[in-house]
């Protein structure tokens, strides 16, 4: 079993979850999914344990801001190597060599580049996924750590085989979460692929959904919900959770 990192989920999942865990996390654009798995990245770091972070929607720099303006400095972990980003989404400015870089960005480029790796065909996912498999073999990752990808919708609109895809995340289930117990958790938005969502949340071992309630939205207002819909071997609770993000702390429940 894993302690959940996220303080909203140590209350729904009060017995933890089994580390041999695929968990999507599913919800609309701006529901705070990529702020979860965020803050699931960095307390898993502040644990003691490794994480493997996949960027498909951001630099391997802009998500180091999302850490840093959370006042979650992630860049020891980065150098002491505990955290690895692997940046999908830098190659889209391979040919852009922009004139002028303020300092403190190239500083903050030179600082974590240790921890980040440059993944030029993201749409190979045999690569991809081969790359995945030697970092969780460098972090020492069996039975530790964690894996994250944000988003795995981003990486279905980049491959060109969806059904081949869908094989190899099998394949990769199989070896990362079911023989190495390293927890997978991947975020996936609503509306788009969703038959792939169908199909994907058979071979989830556990699922988190993330909603604007359907009670403030009446009133105009955007309240972040989350609730545990499965997590297969353990006990949950079933019930949403109203939550807000702040600086410093992350997800945060409300009364
Ligand atoms: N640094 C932050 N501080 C406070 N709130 C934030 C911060 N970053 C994001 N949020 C809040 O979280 C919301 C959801 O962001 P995000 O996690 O990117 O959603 P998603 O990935 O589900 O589309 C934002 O619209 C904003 O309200
Ligand atoms: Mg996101």
Known sequence: ????????????????????TLMAVQGEPGTGKSMLLIEM??????????????TMEDTALTTVQKFLTMDWNVLPFLKNRS????????Y?????????????IKKLSDEISLGVDLVSEPDNYDLLWSSL????????????????????????????????FLESLKNLKAKVCKTLFVPFVYSLH????????????????GIVDLRFSPTGLQKGLLIKQIRVRRMSGVHHRGEWMTFD???GEGVVPLE
């Open 1 to 20: 079993m894993m302690k959940p990192p996220v303080k909203i989920l140590k209350y729904l999942l009060p017995e933890g979850f089994p580390r041999s």
């Open 41 to 54: 990245a960095y307390k898993t770091l502040k644990m003691g344990e490794p994480v493997v972070f996949l």
């Open 83 to 90: 955290f690895k980003i692997l940046d999908c989404f830098s």
């Open 92 to 104: 889209r400015l391979e040919k852009y060599k922009p004139r002028k870089i303020p300092e403190r």
């Open 133 to 164: 498999e030697r970092d969780l073999e460098e972090l020492g990752m069996v039975e530790r750590g964690m894996v994250l990808v944000d988003s795995m919708t981003e990486l279905l609109t980049v491959v060109s085989d969806q059904a081949d």
């Open 190 to 205: 609503f509306g788009v692929f969703d038959q792939f969502r169908t199909i994907l949340e058979c071979f989830d071992d």
């Open 245 to 247: 993000i702040k600086r």
